[in-house]
C-alpha cells in the first residue's frame, strides 16, 4: 500500500533561515505528491503539488521536486519567516481526486 | 474564492450520543471525503464519497459511521454512538475531476 514518511519534528529554526523537511514515499504506479501546511487553530491548505517526475511544485518561497529515482519530495525555502510556524504534511495520491496517504506531519517553529 | 464550509467548529458530546457533523463541499466537485486527525497524530482517511455512493473506505469507518449528502449540498458524517476514542479534528474534503482535494476548517469533537 501507499506510505509517506517525514522527519520528525519539531524543526526549530531562526528567522531567515534555510528550511528543509524530508519526504519519502512508497507507492504503486506514479502518485500525485503533495505538502499541505496547517497553521495555529486552522485547517489544511495546500501549499504546492507536483503530478509527475521532475515537476517542482512552488508556493510562497516554499518549493518541493519530484523525485522519482529517490522516491522523494523534500520541502525547501531559503529564509523563512515567524508566519511560516506551522505543521507541513507531505501527501500523495494515485490520481489528483483520490484518497491522499498522509505523513505524520512535520511541526516548524521559526523564532524573530 | 470557493472554499469548503463546515459546521459546527467545534462540538462536545457526552459518550453513546450520536452526532452529525456537516459540510459544504465546493458546488462543482464531484469527489467528497471525510479524514480524522487525533490530537498529534497524522491525518487519517475515513471515507470517500462518488456519485451518491461510498466509494473507499478505510478500517476506521465501522458501523458506527455512516454518510450522507442529503441535498444535493450538504455532506455529512453521523457517529451513531460515539465513543472517547471519537475525539479528533474531523476534515472535510471535496475535489472536481482533475483537481487535488480542497480541505474545509475542520470540526474539533470532544466526546466526554
Redesign the interface.
Known amino acids: 500500500g501507499n506510505s509517506v514518511t517525514q522527519m520528525e519534528g519539531p524543526v526549530t529554526l531562526s528567522e531567515e533561515a534555510f528550511l528543509t523537511i524530508n519526504c519519502t514515499y512508497t507507492a504503486t504506479g506514479y502518485p500525485?505528491l503533495?505538502w499541505?501546511v496547517q497553521y495555529p487553530g486552522?485547517?489544511?491548505?495546500?501549499l504546492l503539488?507536483a503530478t509527475k517526475a521532475d515537476d517542482k511544485g512552488s508556493n510562497k518561497g516554499f518549493e518541493a521536486t519530484y523525485r522519482k529515482e529517490t522516491t522523494s519530495f523534500h520541502l525547501e525555502k531559503g529564509s523563512v519567516q515567524v508566519s511560516d510556524s506551522a505543521v507541513y504534511?507531505c501527501?500523495l495520491?494515485d490520481r489528483?481526486?483520490?484518497?491522499?496517504?498522509?505523513?505524520?506531519?512535520t511541526m516548524l517553529l521559526v523564532s524573530p | 474564492e470557493p472554499e469548503v464550509t463546515q459546521t459546527p467548529s467545534h462540538q462536545v458530546t457526552q459518550m453513546g450520543q450520536e452526532v452529525i457533523l456537516r459540510c459544504v463541499p465546493i458546488s462543482n466537485h464531484l469527489y467528497f471525503y471525510w479524514y480524522r486527525q487525533i490530537l498529534g497524530q497524522k491525518v487519517e482517511f475515513l471515507v470517500s464519497f462518488y456519485n451518491n455512493e461510498i466509494s473507499e473506505k478505510s478500517e476506521i469507518f465501522d458501523d458506527q459511521f455512516s454518510v450522507e449528502r442529503p441535498d444535493g449540498s450538504n455532506f455529512t458524517l453521523k457517529i451513531r454512538s460515539t465513543k472517547l476514542e471519537d475525539s479528533a479534528m474531523y476534515f472535510c474534503a471535496s475535489a472536481g475531476g482533475n483537481t487535488e482535494a480542497f480541505f474545509g476548517q475542520g470540526t474539533r469533537l470532544t466526546v466526554v
Do not use: M, N, V
Not at chain 1, 42 to 46: A, R, S, T, Y
Not at chain 1, 96 to 105: A, D, V
Open positions: 500525485s503533495f499541505y486552522e485547517g489544511l491548505q495546500l503539488k504534511f501527501a495520491s489528483g481526486y483520490s484518497t491522499l496517504t498522509f505523513g505524520k506531519g
